[in-house]
């Protein structure tokens, strides 16, 4: 019998504060689908398109990341047996959950290159490049909330 790790509360408020998409926190306004909308001015045709693609992604994307939580488990339990040919039938599908998340990655850029005219990639490129900034909303580069910061380092 193994016991499951108990789990810190959450935080003040539940998990419900924030918004659809998990993270928590306010929504930065810039980030809003209306907000990137509003910026590539897409047409009706575009923004129903758009639509169709986010739907088709986020459901591959719940299943290529189940695949990978559940091969992270098969991992975790091969460790446990300490069972060589586990570990590596699990890290063989780790790795091909990681190949198939990114295949998917690249066939959604794709996707999204023949929705939008050339001008809106390049706007698109460059509201993601300043969004991929450190501490840009939406975009995790330091502790989560409720994790412990590291000290600096003294080098």
Not at 93 to 121: C, F, G, P, T, Y
Not at 130 to 154: I, L, T, Y
Request: proline fraction near 11%; charge should be positive.
């Amino acid at each position: 019998p193994c016991e499951k790790m108990m789990m810190p509360p959450p935080p003040p408020g539940g998990p419900s504060m924030g918004h659809e998409n998990g993270f928590r926190g306010p929504r930065a306004p810039k980030a809003s689908p209306e907000y990137l909308d509003s910026l590539l001015q897409v047409t009706p045709e575009q923004k129903a398109l758009l639509a169709k693609q986010k739907a088709s992604m986020d459901s591959t994307s719940k299943a290529i990341g189940k695949q990978r939580r559940d091969a992270e488990k098969m991992l975790r339990e091969a460790l446990d047996s300490n069972n060589d040919e586990q570990i590596n039938t699990a890290k063989a599908a780790i790795s091909a959950a990681q190949s198939a998340m990114l295949d998917h990655r690249v066939n959604n850029h794709k996707q999204l290159a023949n929705i939008l005219s050339q001008e809106q990639m390049e706007k698109f490129r460059a509201f993601h490049k300043e969004n991929m900034k450190k501490g840009a909303p939406g975009h995790h580069k330091g502790p989560r909330p409720g994790q412990v910061q590291p000290p600096p380092s003294q080098n």
